[in-house]
């Protein structure tokens, strides 16, 4: 009754009141569900665009719009909730793979708020139809709303694991979660292998998984360390397997920074990547703070020159300091190195279980054999009922007058039902379809698409049954589906992980990850450049001069170059000049005298194969690769020559291949890689090839069993063999004729093995010309051919080497298992191929012009003209960063303040807008533009900031011209205007702020250790801002 008070001993109040609340935090907001990877306000906010029709290929709605939709129908809660829950869902930088694509500003890594939801727009990410694949189908069971109006999904049939690729975090009642996000390949294989072993998982161990998934991919990429030291001097823990095997463990998450180096003795120190949830602003105040309190000295300037193509925080050092104290105390005293404790715990079954890796696998596939056995059930029924009718259509055009005659004495379309029923046998279903079906089906072609119909469903029903019978089959749909996932979504991973403990980085392990193409002349001249994909014009501009070696190779891979002596010199990629050519001689002890053989491209990891030698008179020789890379020394002698004979070739095999030797005359051999036994450095070798006089050999290839053999002639003539027309012989023989030559061929002068990746050859002239040919341009031709002249040479210009260039693919895995063409992944039988002719035409489409230099999408790194056959993996890679010369370059004309003071453009918190919330920031103004002009009108003194601030955006924008004033310049310019910093100082700033008690100092003791850093400044680098911000 109203009024009443009931007495409760307040211990039981609090404990049955404290559960309901604790389990209802626990199972209905902060943890995720194993199956599907979301909370229920995710699962809502898909669900509800999805019903909405906000797919990914619909145009965007309103952010304000879909909240509506889903705290109206699904969740009753604060509209913040849902609003800050989609936006997290939107960005790069806290989800691996985005579920939302939003439009507008969604927030940035520097710790800038969203836009307000009337401001901003989204819609479903194409991943995530992946998860909302089916629902229609009666794959999930339903719950009642709020209000029981409506039903709203218990699971999502979620056809990719989401839980591990895009992680979760959550605080819940007595317990969190924190699961990180991991590479979809990876995730995938590791998935496909426990499919594959599904009979048998109970004895798959988490060493099995870890052959597939490294370790966790952040989405800001950055370094994690495999190892950690554990407690107390113990030895050191893998805290990633530990992490997989117990649900829990502490990781080493760090920042990833390069060196670079200055004039004058001065290097600076890079970011590009820093650890997962990283706020980049408060990472630049912090560095700024230390350097003010004298906590880090060495540092001169600290700038943020992050743009659109990616991170860069640019740190510049003083002369002479050691670039790696410095970042090892930024380590130690930044956010630029954190911990991250994993905590895999999960719903399973509506209960908070901490998890292991392969039971979280195993719960996503015994989800999936659920989704696809009611998928299959539905499927099923809905074929019979199809089928039922069709057959009924089928028996009424078999005695069409008797049903017409039959309809037409019918008085009423219930009678004529009913007389169809008892005259003919018809079903109430069938004889409702007979009544429904225009007169236009009673045509013979309208009966023999209903007879395939038949056929068709008939295929169906069976296949269905048979898969609905077999567990088995089931598994192999879903891997089937997962390997049609991976080769979609599948991308590169992002987070180096370094399988040592913190603290052991190497140089290398510092140097920036990028594809970049090395090209070396035959007199020893070395070129760098970066790699932007393979077509025709960029090729052409990458192999001019390369007639010794084409490669391409990353910034962290060896090189080892081999000249005609026999002796090998090892340098870095990183060590070659980015623009321009060095010549060998001034990077290692190379003579000039000497001339070159080959060169190779190897990460320092290389330990397994052999290096695979072949001198001009035929020698060849084996070295393990493991000797040959471990070796300390930059320069050895792998091979001894003697009298006139010279090192030719050098390449890398597996042990067990074929190899085969070209000569100038024409002739080859074809031999197993294994009837040359290893050897050291010191040996002279064996023979593998008997030749002629006046011969010698001029290429050592690896076999490919389904390749074809690439060789061209000093005056341009060029054919391609099929590998099979080679026999394979002993070694030391004469060998067979590979490409026959006369007095207008000249000699054979170069060969190369192609495969059906390799997209281009590259023919280079004597005089360093470079011309590319697509390989559907060489013809095909027996070995005894002369070939076609398809290399234009001008005047005496000859040609002088072939490089095949095959792609770079992304190294991920080895490539996954061949999808079962039976099969298309959905549970129902392959669709036919496309018809023969339509394939042709494809085939034959011409392909798409490469921009001229200097247009937009040429700046961006896009390739260009494409093979019309192939379709390189390396071309849909993502685009490299620019150089670093072209990054700074507009960032050096801003001019330095004096000593003492300390500028920040975006490294200080940005103003709040009080329209919406959104960030709002003040143009740059230039001061080596305004010192400029204010020369020439004869003024000296800086304007006041406040004054500065008052001529309003407008004014600021004028000042934002290029500068070409040299840096000596800058400094006279400023010291001529009295030394007074354009901006206001960020120590400055800092110092206006409240200190806590402990560290309460002056403006005048921060002004002196303001000195310490010249001036932070932030470079937007073009990034664009959206109206709101």
Request: proline fraction near 5%; include cysteine; charged fraction near 25%.
């Amino acid at each position: 009754m109203i009024g009443t008070v009931r007495e409760i001993e307040i211990t039981t109040e609090m404990h049955a009141s404290y559960l309901d609340y604790a389990m209802s935090v626990i199972v209905a907001r902060a943890l995720p569900d194993v199956r599907d990877g979301l909370k229920p306000v995710h699962r809502r906010i898909l669900y509800a665009m999805h019903d909405m029709g906000v797919t990914s290929n619909k145009p965007y709605k309103k952010s304000a719009r879909i909240v509506g939709e889903v705290l109206g129908k699904y969740h009753p809660h604060n509209d913040t909730s849902v609003y800050d829950a989609m936006v997290r869902m939107a960005q790069e930088f806290s989800l691996r793979y985005p579920l939302v694509d939003g439009q507008g500003n969604f927030g940035s890594i520097d710790g800038d708020n969203a836009a307000a939801m009337r401001y901003t727009e989204a819609r479903l990410a194409a991943i995530s139809d992946l998860m909302l694949a089916d629902i229609e189908k009666d794959t999930i069971d339903w719950n009642d709303n709020f209000d029981t109006t409506l039903k709203e999904p218990a699971i999502l049939p979620a056809a990719l694991p989401n839980l591990l690729i895009n992680g979760a975090n959550g605080i819940a009642v007595g317990m969190a979660t924190n699961i990180p996000p991991h590479n979809l390949a990876e995730v995938v294989d590791a998935a496909v292998y426990l499919i594959d072993h599904f009979d048998k998982i109970d004895e798959v161990g988490v060493n099995d998984l870890l052959q597939f998934i490294k370790g966790p991919d952040f989405p800001t990429g950055g370094i994690l360390f495999r190892y950690r030291q554990g407690a107390k001097g113990e030895e050191e823990i893998d805290a990633v397997s530990q992490g997989y095997a117990t649900g829990r463990a502490r990781l080493i998450m760090q920042a990833k920074a390069h060196f670079e180096e200055m004039s004058r003795s001065r290097s600076r120190i890079v970011v590009t990547d820093l650890p997962y949830q990283t706020n980049k602003t408060n990472l630049l105040e912090r560095i700024a703070l230390l350097v003010r309190d004298g906590k880090i000295d060495g540092i001169t300037d600290l700038r943020d020159e992050s743009d659109r193509t990616g991170m860069r925080i640019v740190i510049e050092l003083t002369r002479n300091v050691d670039p790696n104290a410095i970042l090892a105390r930024l380590l130690r005293l930044t956010p630029m190195q954190q911990t991250f404790g994993m905590s895999l715990l999960a719903l399973v079954n509506g209960e908070p279980v901490t998890l292991t890796l392969k039971r979280i696998l195993r719960h996503f596939i015994e989800h999936r054999q659920e989704i696809i056995r009611r998928r299959s059930q539905f499927d099923l029924a809905k074929a019979k009922a199809r089928s039922h009718i069709v057959e009924g259509l089928l028996k009424a055009l078999d005695i069409l007058d008797e049903v017409i005659s039959t309809i037409r004495r019918s008085q009423r379309v219930d009678t004529a039902r009913t007389n169809l029923m008892r005259a003919f046998g018809f079903t109430q279903v069938q004889a409702q379809a007979i009544l429904d079906m225009p007169l236009r089906r009673l045509t013979a072609l309208e009966r023999r698409q209903l007879q395939d119909e038949h056929k068709e469903l008939q295929q169906l029903i069976s296949y269905l049954e048979d898969l609905l019978s077999d567990d088995g089959k089931i598994l192999g749909v879903i891997r089937e589906e997962l390997l049609a996932l991976r080769q979609q979504h599948a991308d590169r991973r992002r987070t180096q992980i370094v399988e040592r403990a913190q603290g052991t980085l190497t140089a290398t392990d510092l140097l920036p990850d990028r594809r970049v193409w090395v090209a070396l002349g035959a007199n020893g001249a070395l070129r760098r450049q970066d790699f932007t994909g393979i077509n025709r014009a960029g090729l052409r501009q990458a192999a001019q001069n390369a007639a010794a070696a084409l490669l391409t190779a990353n910034t962290r891979d060896q090189l080892f170059i081999f000249s005609a002596s026999g002796r090998c010199y090892r340098l870095g990629v990183h060590e070659l000049p980015q623009e321009g050519r060095r010549h060998l001689a001034d990077l290692t002890d190379f003579s000039r005298r000497n001339t070159i053989a080959s060169m190779l491209a190897l990460p320092q990891s290389a330990t397994e194969g052999f290096l695979f030698l072949v001198t001009r008179q035929g020698a060849v020789k084996r070295i393990a690769l493991a000797d040959f890379t471990q070796a300390a020394l930059t320069a050895l002698n792998v091979i001894s020559v003697n009298g006139k004979d010279r090192l030719a070739c050098a390449l890398v095999t597996p042990g067990n291949g074929e190899i085969m030797l070209i000569t100038r005359m024409g002739r080859s051999i074809r031999f197993p890689e294994e009837k040359v036994r290893a050897m050291g450095t010191a040996a002279r070798g064996v023979a593998g090839i008997n030749l002629k006089r006046d011969d010698e050999v001029i290429a050592a290839l690896p076999v490919a069993p389904d390749g074809d053999l690439l060789t061209v002639t000093s005056a341009g003539y060029v054919k391609r063999t099929p590998i099979n027309e080679f026999n394979l012989q002993g070694r030391g023989g004469g060998g067979i004729i590979a490409h026959k030559l006369d007095a207008r061929t000249g000699d054979l002068v170069g060969a190369a093995m192609l495969t059906p990746e390799h997209a281009f050859a590259a023919f280079v002239t004597e005089k360093g010309v470079a011309k590319p040919l697509g390989l559907e341009d060489i013809p095909s031709s027996g070995r005894s051919a002369l070939g076609s002249r398809k290399v234009d040479l001008a005047g005496s210009d000859a040609v002088a080497a072939v490089q095949a260039v095959s792609p770079v693919v992304a190294a991920m895995h080895s490539p996954p298992p061949p999808p079962d063409p039976q099969l298309n992944g959905r549970g129902d039988i392959a669709a036919p191929p496309p018809a023969k002719e339509n394939q042709e035409k494809t085939e034959k489409a011409p392909a798409k012009k490469k921009p001229a230099a200097g247009t937009a999408s040429a700046k961006s790194g896009k390739s260009g003209a494409q093979p019309k056959t192939r379709k390189l993996a390396s071309e849909t890679s993502k685009k490299p960063k620019p150089a670093t010369s072209e990054r700074t370059a507009p960032k050096q004309a801003a001019a330095k303040p004096a000593n003492g003071e300390l500028s920040s453009r975006n490294a200080k918190p940005r103003r709040k807008s009080r329209r919406n919330g959104a960030q709002e920031t003040s143009p740059p103004a230039d001061a080596s533009n305004a010192s400029t002009r204010r020369r020439k009108a004869g003024k000296t003194s800086e304007p006041e900031p406040d004054a500065r601030r008052a001529a309003g955006p407008r004014q600021a924008k004028q000042t934002k011209r290029p500068v070409k004033n040299s840096q000596p310049e800058r400094k006279r310019a400023a010291a001529a205007s009295g030394n007074q910093s354009v901006q206001a100082s960020l120590l400055d700033e800092l110092a206006a702020k409240p200190k806590p008690a402990a560290a309460k100092t002056s403006t005048r003791a921060a002004g002196k250790g303001a000195g310490k850093l010249a001036r932070v400044s932030s470079v937007t680098g073009g990034r664009k801002k959206s109206k709101n911000q």
